[in-house]
């Protein structure tokens, strides 16, 4: 895989790990369009759920 780096299992995404704060009280819409973004609405779902933030 040629995005590796992006991975959240590897501290990826589109911010990067330095970046990141904590969350506060608010909303966000991701947006999934054709077969990658499916893809990446599956891993993020994943992702919020294993971490118990919802």
């Given at each position: 895989?040629?995005?590796?780096?992006?991975?959240?299992?590897?501290?990826?995404?589109?911010?990067?790990?330095?970046?990141?704060?904590?969350?506060?009280?608010?909303?966000?819409?991701?947006?999934?369009?054709?077969?990658?973004?499916?893809?990446?609405?599956?891993s993020l779902k994943k992702e919020v759920f294993s971490l118990g933030l919802v």
């Amino acid at each position: 895989m040629i995005y590796r780096k992006l991975l959240l299992s590897a501290g990826g995404g589109i911010v990067s790990e330095k970046s990141k704060v904590e969350p506060g009280n608010c909303v966000i819409l991701n947006i999934g369009l054709g077969g990658v973004g499916i893809d990446c609405l599956k891993s993020l779902k994943k992702e919020v759920f294993s971490l118990g933030l919802v």
